[in-house]
T-cell receptor, first 115, second 110 residues
């Protein structure tokens, strides 16, 4: 089966610009996650969707970050305006239904550099 | 939240078993332990998970102590392709969310 797809793979922007990332989860997976991974650290959960509803966005900096999953399938994560400290890899993951012992499957990530 | 502690780095000779320890002394009874690895420039890859019993699959074995305060991931015959950062993850109780630490950087030496 196809894995989690993400695009673009790399993005370079200047601070105060906006940027958007796209994720298409594994077919049939109801739960979708966005993580931020800063260099040298483990991934940190930003937001979790169950179908098209938000389950947890407690770690999402809502003054500049937004995410949506309108039809319960693919998702976009946006940063506006970007700051230097947003330079990181943004990982998307999906799991079957987010309940019980659910294995999460990760995409390759989008590497963002803010100058 | 259950937190995990892992050594920062380890080396292993190619062909030998790699034993990666993880301490999760505050884990609660219903929290699973997951292991992932991340090869440079890729997303984390699932390896194995367990609750109480030891587990084995085609990639690795997971040994969990009886008190569940620690576990060991065993790669039975390490290859150069196993060089990666290995994350031991405990779910956040009741939420099924992953909390990643900084992981162990395993280097397999030829």
């Amino acid at each position: 089966e196809a894995g989690v797809a993400q695009s673009p793979r790399y993005k370079i922007i200047e601070k105060r610009q906006s940027v958007a990332f796209w994720c298409n989860p594994i077919s049939g997976h109801a739960t979708l996650y966005w993580y931020q991974q800063i260099l040298g650290q483990g991934p940190k959960l930003l937001i979790q969707f169950q179908n098209n509803g938000v389950v947890d966005d407690s770690q999402l900096p809502k003054d500049r970050f937004s995410a949506e999953r309108l039809k319960g399938v693919d998702s976009t994560l946006k940063i506006q305006p970007a700051k230097l400290e947003d330079s990181a890899v943004y990982l998307c993951a999906s799991s079957l239904d987010g309940a019980g012992q659910e294995t999460q499957y990760f995409g390759p990530g989008t590497r963002l550099l803010v100058l | 939240d259950a937190k995990t502690t892992q050594p920062t780095s380890m080396d292993c000779a190619e062909g030998r078993a790699a034993n990666l320890p993880c301490n999760h002394s505050t884990i609660s009874g219903n929290e699973y332990v997951y292991w992932y690895r991340q090869i440079h420039s890729q997303g984390p890859q699932y390896i194995i998970h367990g609750l109480k019993n030891n587990e084995t699959n085609e990639m690795a074995s997971l040994i969990i102590t009886e008190d569940r305060k620690s576990s060991t991931l065993i790669l039975p015959h390490a290859t150069l392709r196993d060089t990666a950062v290995y994350y031991c993850i405990a779910e956040e109780a009741g939420t099924y969310k992953y909390i990643f630490g900084t992981g162990t950087r395993l280097k397999v030496l030829a």
